[in-house]
């Protein structure tokens, strides 16, 4: 397995996985890129990264395999990121490697790089894209961000040309909306669950990795850090619950990390990894390792 392989196909091959290591790329004679999987369990997620950064790039996937899709299997990120660093200190016995992860995945490739320095191996770089450990030193001031997120989402609905009755109307629905959201007892992802078709054992390792990152509570890391953030920018100056959450995160790496890069790119969390901004991800994320 030497190429490429369509999308298509390789998240079919990606979702039935009996192994934890799917080798993305494997021509060129830069550092290795492991990357951990979101919390869907699934390797994915880099598809379009890895393809994009070329054929020069060794890019292996981490994924669950299927059988251990299984709340046990998730049953702390500490855990899991000891399952992958064996696995993947077997699978590279020696040399330099790099690390990364998005979204829920920052948190287990963040484990598993401290737990692979303590195996005494070189992790040139930590790659964290758009999201940092909750319960780190650095508190969100929450009250700020619930009035900004509520001002950014007035003057979203106010640029939009609507009558005084129908803007009030999206108000009354969205605070009924948000109370739907704060009184519901199921997990917040089993509409994710559920669009996944997934088994409920499978179900069962998603949400409990979910409640795992949740409540991870991150130490300082010595090594290296590339972190690629999201961020708005609609020309007009005014207050973004995107950036104020992205600037959050900065402040949270900037704690945690024994040295940080940080690069703001044009998007929204799912953009940097599966839309339009995974191209310019890939273009810093080559010159950042290159540099």
């Known amino acids: 397995?030497?190429?490429?392989?369509?999308?298509?196909?390789w998240a079919e091959a990606l979702r039935r996985a009996d192994t934890a290591i799917a080798p993305l790329n494997v021509t060129g004679d830069r550092i290795p890129i492991y990357w951990v999987h979101s919390v869907t369990g699934l390797g994915t997620d880099p598809i379009r990264l890895a393809k994009s950064l070329g054929p020069g790039q060794p890019f292996y996937s981490l994924r669950a395999p299927s059988r251990n899709r299984t709340a046990s299997f998730a049953s702390?990120?500490?855990?899991?990121?000891?399952?992958?660093?064996?696995?993947?200190?077997?699978?590279?016995?020696?040399?330099?490697l790099v690390?990364?992860?998005?979204?829920?995945?920052?948190?287990?490739?963040?484990?598993?790089?401290?737990?692979l320095r303590a195996m005494g191996r070189d992790v040139r770089y930590l790659v964290a894209v758009d999201f940092a450990p909750h319960?780190?030193?650095?508190?969100?001031?929450a009250l700020k961000m619930l009035t900004l997120r509520t001002v950014n989402w007035l003057y979203r609905q106010?640029?939009?040309?609507?009558?005084?009755?129908?803007?009030?109307?999206?108000?009354?629905?969205?605070?009924?909306e948000t109370t739907h959201d704060t009184f519901t007892t199921g997990h917040p992802l089993d509409e994710l669950i559920e669009h996944l078709r997934y088994t409920k054992t499978e179900g069962d390792f998603v949400r409990r990795l979910h409640d795992e990152v949740d409540r991870y509570v991150p130490v300082p890391y010595p090594?290296?850090?590339?972190f690629y953030v999201a961020v708005e920018d609609d020309g007009k100056r005014r207050a973004s619950n995107r950036n104020l959450h992205s600037n959050h995160m900065i402040k949270v790496w900037r704690f945690l990390?024994?040295?940080?890069?940080?690069?703001?790119?044009?998007?929204?969390?799912?953009?940097?990894?599966?839309?339009?901004?995974?191209?310019?991800?890939?273009?810093?994320?080559?010159?950042d390792l290159q540099g």
């Open 1 to 9: 397995m030497e190429r490429l392989a369509s999308n298509a196909t």
């Open 99 to 115: 690390v990364g992860g998005w979204s829920a995945g920052v948190v287990v490739a963040f484990e598993m790089a401290q737990q």
């Open 135 to 141: 319960n780190s030193a650095v508190k969100a001031n």
């Open 257 to 287: 990390a024994g040295s940080l890069t940080v690069s703001k790119i044009n998007g929204d969390h799912d953009s940097l990894l599966k839309g339009e901004s995974v191209t310019e991800l890939a273009r810093r994320l080559e010159a």
């Open 76 to 96: 702390s990120v500490q855990d899991i990121a000891l399952y992958y660093a064996r696995e993947v200190a077997a699978f590279q016995p020696q040399g330099p």
């Open 223 to 226: 090594g290296a850090v590339l």
């Open 158 to 176: 106010s640029t939009t040309r609507m009558s005084f009755r129908m803007l009030v109307k999206r108000i009354l629905g969205k605070a009924l």
